[in-house]
């Protein structure tokens, strides 16, 4: 199994970034693909951003050119920046791992992005 838990979240102005954290624990060794993803309220949950074992990235395009996923394999943590955030930015945050272990798929508790000026 595979343990996730997100930091980083928080409340920006308009124009402000966000550098969001995710610590993974567990059968690290089985995952392929780590992602981010992020949930408003009244929406479907959307992927934001991936990155593979290989480094391959893959991003949304209405985050594309602002997000940037990253990958600190020493220390087991995958982070999102996010510059430029707007008011549309604000949701929860949610990391997320796939891999081949039971279950196949990982989610952490989420960490709120508040956009407010």
């Known amino acids: 199994q595979v343990q996730l838990v997100e930091s980083g979240g928080g409340l920006v102005q308009p124009g402000g970034s966000l550098r969001l954290s995710c610590a993974a624990s567990?059968?690290?060794?089985?995952?392929?693909?780590m992602g981010w993803y992020r949930q408003a309220p009244g929406k479907q949950r959307e992927l934001l951003a991936h990155?593979?074992?290989?480094?391959?990235?893959n991003y949304a395009d209405s985050v594309k050119g602002r997000f940037t996923i990253s990958r600190d394999n020493a220390k087991n943590i995958v982070y999102l920046q996010m510059n430029s955030l707007k008011p549309e930015d604000m949701a929860v945050y949610y990391c997320?791992?796939?891999?081949?272990?039971?279950?196949?798929?990982?989610w952490g508790q989420g960490t709120q992005v508040t956009v407010s000026s």
């Open positions: 990155i593979t074992n290989s480094g391959t990235t």
């Open positions: 567990g059968t690290l060794f089985s995952v392929h693909t």
């Open positions: 997320n791992a796939r891999g081949d272990y039971p279950g196949g798929v990982s």
